[in-house]
């Protein structure tokens, strides 16, 4: 049996974090270990529980969840950090993403959408809403000054393209017809390339200087 995904759920509005727990507690596979009102409280409950992952909403009394979501990864622990919002202004995006959140999604989604995010984000993969992503891309474009981008190969850029589309390294070897192994190489080419040490990261760095 696979272990259950521990979750914390961050939100202010009762009906909405009943909702979401609610949806989590109907499906397999998922165990919610906490729920949280504001900031300073999930921050705590990540201390105290360690869950596999946080599904954070971003406004919150006392500490927004940008500024949690950078607190509780600081901590250095495993968790790991999806936003669910309503809200999807570009300042709002950036500073998810800045602080170290593995995904965004809304919650406008289809259930299906946030469950399979919540399953990819545990796993270590990174989750956008299309429209993020899109809103990302034009953000950093025009953020952008001149980037200097670094040389990378077709194949590192078919994979990194997939890898921004929330594949995992599995899907991605057998869409590209090639070993595990090798995608993991061609991971840490990226990296090195990009000066970044986690998928995310190569992501929003391949959008800053224009290679996605």
């Known amino acids: 049996m696979t272990a259950s995904i521990r979750v914390v759920v961050a939100d202010d509005h009762p009906i909405v974090r009943a909702g979401i727990v609610g949806l989590l507690d109907s499906e397999p596979g998922f165990e919610v270990v906490g729920e949280a009102v504001d900031g300073l409280e999930v921050v705590a409950l990540a201390a105290d529980l360690r869950p596999d992952l946080v599904l954070m909403d971003l406004r919150m009394p006392g500490l927004d969840g940008a500024g949690a979501t950078e607190r509780i990864l600081a901590d250095g622990g495993a968790t790991r950090v999806l936003v669910l919002t309503t809200y999807e202004t570009d300042d709002h995006i ?91 190489t061609h991971l840490i080419h990226v990296f090195e390339k990009l000066g970044v040490n986690d998928r995310t990261r190569a992501v929003t760095r391949a959008m800053e200087l224009g290679l996605l």
């Not at 919540?118 to 474009?141: C, D, F, M, N």
């Open 94 to 184: 950036l500073a998810a993403i800045e602080a170290g959140a593995s995904g965004y999604l809304l919650k406008a989604a289809p259930q299906e959408e946030i469950l399979a995010g919540i399953r990819s984000v545990a796993a270590g993969e990174t989750v956008l809403a299309p429209s993020i992503a899109a809103k990302l891309v034009r953000r950093v474009r025009a953020d952008a000054t001149e980037p200097v981008a670094p040389s990378l190969s077709p194949r590192e850029l078919e994979v990194l393209r997939l890898v921004a589309d929330g594949r995992s390294n599995p899907e991605i070897a057998r869409t590209l017809v090639i070993g595990e192994a090798t995608v993991k």
